[in-house]
């Protein structure tokens, strides 16, 4: 009788964990892409505030950007274990012509011996990135509903939509392990980055220099009216030394970045987070890029609060605040480095009739450098932007229209800028509208005017 216990027992868990067939490979992505133009004739340019890497996003994105994710179920078994695969492709092109080479290269040309090789000519504007690449292991018994993960990776961002700005953010090569259980009273997450090479004149490797990027953050903390808070800490670690940069005695080795961030579920039928970010050293700039040069001066801190409200099934929304106070971010001391910035925005969504919504946005962003220099002064530089956009989409999701997607839109983007922004993008080059279709450099087409129209169409997926 034992041994027939034995058996049937050893066959029960050979069962368990016998291999499941991998399920079929799964397909997700993004997209935006579209034409546009200006009043004065030309391409379609969009308004931003240089030294900030975000501007209200309606109607005022000129690239083409897509991103294509593949997973893959490597094993899985019956007890639960499964070790999958996600790989990302993402591809950003000025949208110049029906085939564009996303490697950058316009063309091949042979030397004196007959071999051929890439010109030194760029396809402006237009990249091929490898952005995720990684294998995650979950349902592992000893670790108690916990995951690890290892490869690169987008690690829990943060991100502000109608600006597309990803302000907490340390995606990128590295290693961890997240949900781990806090005694039922919040999650951990504790993983390790790595950034190497990339300074200083050239983005090769650089076996002198490694910039480790700890990221340790607990989330689903409960906070009273049913609210959570999320709590994290970054740190750049910096290892070795790069010669490209210059004597680096004076840098701040080992830098710290610090996030409290509150989040309300549920509110106006949707959600509102508030964040505030603090850090010192290489991780100034508050991102995944660290400045190995920066010393214990470079500070800067930020507040961010974002509310998407879904009253009933007309209407929805976003509101946008960003406020910024930054010293020395790249080490130096002119307006790109200490400066103080507002940006404050509005989209308003109306569901007319199905599959057909009308957007608007209204947005405002100021820019005051902190350190006069050589400017002939440092007045506060302001910036408004309003955008009106007809829009077909599909019915609502259950979860609300704002974010339901694919959208083909029409849309209509005006801008204006004070005297002081004007001042600035003529002769320092410190607001610079991101002209199309190459998606970079100052809009001369308007030159000293103060305002400005751009018009056409744009489509926006995920999936």
């Not at 091949?108 to 091929?128: H, M, Q």
């Not at 392990?177 to 009273?185: H, K, P, R, T, W």
């Not at 980055?193 to 990339?198: A, E, L, R, T």
Request: net charge neutral; aromatic share 14%.
């Amino acid at each position: 009788m034992n041994a027939r216990k034995t058996l049937v027992g050893i066959l029960a868990a050979a069962i368990a964990f016998t291999a499941i067939p991998a399920q079929a490979l799964e397909l997700h992505g993004y997209l935006r892409s579209g034409i546009g133009g200006n009043e004065k004739s030309g391409n379609q340019v969009c308004f931003g505030t240089a030294p900030l890497n975000y501007k209200f996003r309606l109607g005022n994105e000129c690239e083409t950007y897509g991103e294509l994710e593949f997973s893959q179920v490597l094993y899985k078994d019956r007890s639960g274990v499964q070790f999958s695969y996600v790989g990302m492709l993402a591809y950003k092109t000025g949208g110049m012509r029906d085939a564009e080479y996303l490697n950058g290269v316009d063309k091949w040309i042979p030397d004196n011996d007959g071999n051929w090789f890439p010109a030194a000519r760029r396809v402006p504007g237009t990249d091929f990135l490898l952005r995720q690449n990684y294998v995650q292991a979950t349902g592992i018994p000893f670790l108690g509903g916990a995951s690890v993960w290892a490869g690169s990776r987008y690690f829990h961002r943060n991100d502000l939509h109608i600006l597309d700005f990803y302000y907490w953010d340390p995606s990128g090569p590295g290693a961890g392990v997240e949900d781990i259980d806090l005694a039922g009273f919040a999650k951990l997450a504790v993983s390790v980055f790595q950034s190497k090479g990339g300074w200083g004149t050239g983005y090769t490797g650089n076996d002198k220099l490694s910039v480790w990027r700890p990221d340790i953050r607990v989330y689903g903390i409960p906070f009273f009216g049913g609210g959570s808070l999320e709590v994290g800490l970054d740190l750049n670690i910096m290892s070795g030394q790069n010669t490209a940069i210059g004597s680096q005695a004076d840098s701040q080795h080992v830098s710290p970045m610090v996030t409290v961030q509150h989040v309300q579920s549920g509110l106006l039928g949707g959600f509102n987070k508030l964040a505030f970010q603090w850090g010192q050293g290489t991780i100034a700039p508050l991102s995944r890029m660290p400045e190995p040069q920066n010393t214990k001066d470079a500070k800067h801190w930020r507040i961010v609060e974002q509310l998407v409200a879904q009253p009933n099934d007309r209407f929805s929304g976003m509101l946008a605040v960003v406020y910024e106070d930054s010293s020395m971010q790249y080490g130096g001391e002119d307006m790109y480095n200490s400066f103080r910035s507002l940006s404050a925005g509005v989209r308003p969504v109306w569901n007319v009739m199905d599959y057909f919504k009308l957007q608007a946005e209204v947005g405002y962003q100021s820019f005051k450098p902190k350190n006069q220099g050589s400017l002939p002064n440092k007045d506060r530089g302001d910036l408004w932007k309003f955008t009106i956009a007809p829009t077909i989409a599909p019915l609502p999701s259950p979860g609300g229209s704002f974010f339901t997607r694919p959208e083909l839109r029409l849309f209509a983007t005006y801008a204006a800028w004070n005297k002081a922004e004007a001042n600035y993008l003529q002769n320092y080059n410190s607001v610079v509208w991101f002209a199309g279709p190459n998606g970079n450099g100052p809009a001369s087409v308007y030159g000293d005017q103060r305002h400005g129209l751009t018009f056409g169409a744009q489509v926006e997926t995920w999936f």
